[in-house]
Nanobody, 120 residues
Framework: QVQLVESGGGLVQAGGSLRLSCAAS????????MGWFRRAPGKEREFVAG????????YYADSVKGRFSISRDNAKNMVYLQMNSLKPDDTAVYYC?????????????WGQGTQVTVSS
């Protein structure tokens, strides 16, 4: 079983940048599709970005395309989310997810989340 721990969240002004990290433990990390999701106050959880097990393919929500970049380092069991040009609408708890696909499934594993707050 894989366990995920996110870090790197915080408070940043609009237009600023943050880099989220997700540390994974477990032998199945390198074969897992990884993703970042977020949940803003009063809103449903939404997909942000995903990356294939090899790192070759990446996927982004329209709202973050061109601003966010997902990457992974299978040798270090790490997944990253570089967030640039942040907007107040990006304020949310960000969660790292691993599984067979980007689409959430009951068999997925999730981190505890890290808070990102963007001030205007």
């Amino acid at each position: 079983q894989v366990q995920l721990v996110e870090s790197g969240g915080g408070l940043v002004q609009a237009g600023g940048s943050l880099r989220l990290s997700c540390a994974a433990s477990g032998r199945t990390f390198s074969s897992s599709v990884m993703g970042w999701f977020r949940r803003a106050p009063g809103k449903e959880r939404e997909f942000v970005a995903g990356i294939s097990s090899s790192g070759i393919s990446t996927y982004y929500a329209d709202s973050v395309k061109g601003r966010f970049s997902i990457s992974r380092d299978n040798a270090k069991n790490m997944v990253y989310l570089q967030m640039n040009s942040l907007k107040p609408d990006d304020t949310a708890v960000y969660y790292c997810k691993g599984g067979a696909t980007v689409t959430p499934k009951p068999t997925d594993y999730w981190g505890q989340g890290t808070q990102v707050t963007v001030s205007s």
